[in-house]
């Protein structure tokens, strides 16, 4: 399975007992300790969505098309999150050895501390992961009682402490451009910030987003997997599904990457170097965001995004490459290096 139900929670990071703080004792560097780990929150979700976007031949397939834009909208909150904690005085922290996501782990913050992310290639396991990620109930996808919270009370968590505390919000350094299209002067603008991820994730308003009238990423994973269009809630709140049935994507049949990827010992020298170069040109990656929110510049940024382009072929190359033992293929293991 692409997620493990585990009670050990000892990965959880170093922000795992931010929602267990006392209400009065959550001060300003609270504040920025939150908002630095809904960037890391924000970022742990991109990989596996994208290890998922990647395996699927078709790009133009209502299973790719619906990943990507759940992409973009993952890569949009964690600029508004870069954008909230800069507005406080902080710098994100993105390309650090002790922030940048690893896989297996745990999301940073408590949340969804059943839940061990790994990457994948599309199938059922890994949509049943992505729907209790962004579910507002963590017991919702297992049916179990479980003790962790989910992104939206820590979002709540955090905005609940903007509110009370008011703090001074400056514009320096935060980035408007590609993907970071909301620069945040206000406090209650922020606030508008913090609803707009919250409602674009779990759809905890509703399950159609208000201003872009599409489904909540929630929602797009129900529908995914029911390989139906979502319809309407019903009467108990429980979603519908309509209309035909679509066919399955087809897919490269890639296999979950180990603990810690793959090491250079374990695979052929053409596999090593098709992941080191993903590794590094995600390593590129990481250093230009940081740099963008660093000097508050927007060009590191659209490099960033240039480099996006660049993994989606570097990663197509090694999904079509099958493991000696025939249990799958290869899959990119998202390093820094």
């Not at 709540?156 to 008011?166: E, F, H, M, N, P």
């Not at 201003?211 to 709140?237: C, I, N, P, V, W």
Request: proline share 7%; charged share 20%.
């Amino acid at each position: 399975m692409i997620w493990d139900s585990i009670a050990d929670a000892s990965h959880a990071g170093r922000f795992a007992a931010l929602l267990d703080r006392p209400v009065e004792e959550r001060d300003l560097d609270w504040l920025r300790a939150g908002l630095q780990a809904a960037v890391a929150v924000e970022f742990a979700t991109v990989p596996p969505y994208l290890c998922a976007l990647w395996s699927i031949k078709d790009d133009l397939h209502p299973a790719a098309a619906s990943i990507r834009n759940v992409v973009q909208e993952e890569m949009l909150h964690m600029s508004l999150a870069c954008n909230l904690l800069t507005a406080i005085g902080g710098v994100p922290q993105i390309s650090g050895p002790s922030t940048a996501p690893v896989y297996w782990e745990h999301l940073p913050a408590g949340i969804h501390t059943d839940l061990v992310v790994k990457l994948t290639g599309y199938r059922d396991a890994s949509l049943a992961g992505f729907i209790e990620i962004e579910s507002p109930d963590p017991a919702a996808a297992t049916g179990e009682p479980v003790t962790s919270r989910s992104i939206g009370d820590f979002y709540t968590a955090v905005a609940d402490c903007l509110a009370k505390l008011q703090p001074t919000i400056t514009t320096e350094r935060q980035v408007a451009g590609p993907l970071a299209h909301m620069v945040i002067p206000t406090v209650d603008l922020a606030l508008v910030a913090i609803a707009l991820i919250k409602d674009q994730g779990e759809g905890n308003t509703s399950p159609i987003v208000a201003h872009t009238d599409e489904l909540a990423h929630y929602y797009r994973f129900l529908e995914l997997k029911q390989r139906q269009r979502f319809s309407h809630l019903d009467e108990s709140g429980s979603p519908v599904f309509d209309g035909p049935v679509w066919d399955e994507p087809e897919t490269w049949p890639v296999a979950d990457v180990p603990d810690g990827g793959y090491q250079q010992g374990d695979v052929s020298s053409e596999v090593w170097s098709k992941l080191d170069q993903f590794d590094r040109a995600f390593t590129r990656l990481l250093d230009s965001l940081q740099l963008a929110w660093e000097l508050g510049e927007q060009s590191p940024l659209i490099r960033a995004i240039e480099t996006m382009f660049e993994l989606t072929t570097l990663a197509r190359s090694i999904m079509q490459i099958e493991r000696p033992d025939g249990s799958g293929n290869y899959c990119p293991c998202f390093r820094r290096t």
